[in-house]
């Protein structure tokens, strides 16, 4: 079935037209080919409500109101963009909607009681990490998926397992409510302009409720103590936590079967999660 969303101009085009060039201060890289665009809104809908930070001049929005998105809310912070995506609202006839502001400042659950929304976003990088930490953390959860474009070394941040130099802090917040992977690579020539370095769309499932772990702001705690000294052992670099917190350090590592000599990027999410429970009981 053919819609006007068929005969919206090449991206190409809509630039020249509204004499938009990138600007680096706002991770301006834009996707203009339209299979890619496709590819990746496959990934996120059909579905509802579709959340796109960053719509830029659209070409994610138009994949995704075309893969059967059938509400998107976009926030683009940049108003040069506004004229070329009311070109998409009315094509759209309506199922789409923009909102010309920072979304770090925004609540993105207050856009619409539509539940569960689904994030989709070509983020900009200045901000991606962000944005995701506060998706992530966002209480209640308010999506059931994300389908997010990350540089790649934040992606590979996002589901590095222990062992891997990639895992960290972001890994187990991640793997404490998702289940997470690199879905596939972007290199750097895909984007106009090119960025310095590639990047990986990763898609992100919420865990069941039972299996995400509640208290992230202790485990954030625990985590940056640990990972603040990476290549120290945990008997040293959790020390100053467990003094602050009036516990035994021993008590406390025994108790979460952590071995006193093991550096962080070895202990799994699980080893984590215990530290944290075992924190607070005996705090
Ligand atoms: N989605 C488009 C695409 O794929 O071609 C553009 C992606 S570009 C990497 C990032 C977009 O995010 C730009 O349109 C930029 O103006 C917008 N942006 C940057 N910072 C933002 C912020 N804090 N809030 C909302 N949008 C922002």
């Known amino acids: 079935m053919t819609s006007a969303l068929d005969s919206l101009p090449p991206l190409r085009d809509v630039l020249q037209k509204h004499d938009l060039f990138a600007k680096k201060s706002l991770g301006q890289h834009f996707l203009l080919d339209l299979n890619l665009t496709d590819k990746i809104a496959r990934l996120a809908a059909p579905h509802p409500v579709v959340l796109e930070v960053g719509p830029g001049p659209g070409g994610l929005t138009r994949s995704l109101l075309q893969a059967g998105a059938e509400q998107v809310f976009a926030i683009e912070k940049d108003e040069r963009f506004l004229s070329p995506l009311q070109d998409i609202i009315d094509a759209s006839e309506g199922r789409l909607t923009v909102n010309n502001t920072d979304a770090l400042r925004v609540n993105p659950a207050d856009l619409t009681d539509i539940r569960p929304m689904r994030i989709c976003a070509n983020l900009p990088y200045n901000v991606g990490t ?143 999660h215990r530290l944290t429970e075992i924190l607070l009981t005996l705090g």
């Open 130 to 272: 962000k944005l995701l930490i506060n998706w992530l953390t966002a209480s209640p959860i308010f999506w059931d998926r994300m389908v997010l474009m990350l540089q790649k070394e934040v992606a590979q941040r996002v589901v590095a397992t222990p062992g891997n130099k990639a895992y960290g802090r972001l890994a187990i917040l991640a793997g404490s409510i998702v289940h997470g992977h690199i879905s596939f690579d972007i290199p750097a020539n895909a984007f106009t302009p090119p960025p310095k370095v590639d990047s990986a769309v990763i898609v992100l499932d919420i865990l069941p409720e039972d299996k995400r772990f509640a208290d992230l702001k202790t485990l954030g705690q625990v985590t940056a103590a640990a990972f603040g000294q990476r290549r120290k052992m945990l008997r040293k670099s959790l020390k100053q936590l467990a003094n602050t917190s009036n516990i035994s350090l021993d008590a406390w590592l025994e108790k979460a079967e952590i071995n006193p000599t093991d550096r962080p990027e070895t202990v799994d999410i699980a080893g984590f």
